[in-house]
């Protein structure tokens, strides 16, 4: 089992439509997560951080975390063409010296 | 806006040769972590700073790896020698301290070995 599984795509939504990304960690210990957006040949630049239970809201993007289920979501409303990118789930668990793990990344793909 | 900074952008070097990459950090992040990615998966760690001090290095390929942070500011990673395998995107990344600070990326270093 991956510590941190994301599925990987590609999931394609209409302009204006939301985008549901979800995330499944194995660490019950874990403490803090990460949402990155990375476009394709660039480096992953950080969306949104989240640390505790419920949501997190930041303009068009909501972070979802349920520790209790080890799940994390991201949902980006109103998406547009240039949100067409990798999106990475990142999470700092206890195991392996408090490292954060990344997952492999969600394509998404928005259609005009 | 402060960044990372990272150099060169692109490399290119035939096996066996040696390569060196540069990080500066954010400045006033204490914790500096290099990252090795490969196309198609997540970002791996090779090596985190906490200061001049590695604080975890234990998926660094030591035999042909190294990195130091002699002064706590800027760092270098090193291969020697390079391998087909080591073709990927090095990353570095740093944030303010330890624990579940954010980490804010570099433009990365693709590295393609022939």
């Known amino acids: 089992q991956k510590e941190v599984e994301q599925n990987s795509g590609p999931l394609s939504v209409p302009e204006g439509a939301i985008a549901s990304l979800n995330c499944t960690y194995s660490d019950r210990g874990s403490q803090s997560f990460f949402w990155y957006r990375q476009y394709s040949g660039k480096s992953p630049e950080l969306i949104m951080s989240i640390y505790s239970n419920g949501d997190k809201e930041d303009g068009r993007f909501t972070a979802q975390l349920n520790k209790a289920s080890q799940y994390v979501s991201l949902l980006i409303r109103d998406s547009q063409p240039s949100d067409s990118a990798t999106y990475l789930c990142a999470v700092r668990g206890r195991t392996g010296g408090f490292k954060t793990i990344f997952g492999a990344g969600t394509r998404l793909f928005v259609k005009a | 806006e402060a960044e990372v900074a990272q150099s060169p952008r692109y490399k290119i070097t035939e096996k066996s040769q040696a390569v060196a990459f540069w990080c500066d950090p954010i400045s006033g992040h204490a914790t500096l972590y290099w990252y090795r990615q490969i196309l198609g998966q997540g970002p791996e760690l090779l090596v985190q700073f906490q200061d001049e001090s590695v604080v975890d290095d234990s998926q660094l390929p030591k035999d042909r790896f190294s990195a130091e942070r002699l002064k706590g500011v800027d760092s270098t990673l090193k291969i020697q020698p390079a391998e087909l395998g080591d073709s990927a995107m090095y990353l570095c990344?740093?944030?303010?301290?330890?624990?579940?600070?954010?980490?804010?990326f570099g433009p990365g270093t693709r590295l393609t070995v022939t």
């Open positions: 990344a740093s944030s303010l301290r330890q624990g579940g600070y954010e980490q804010y």
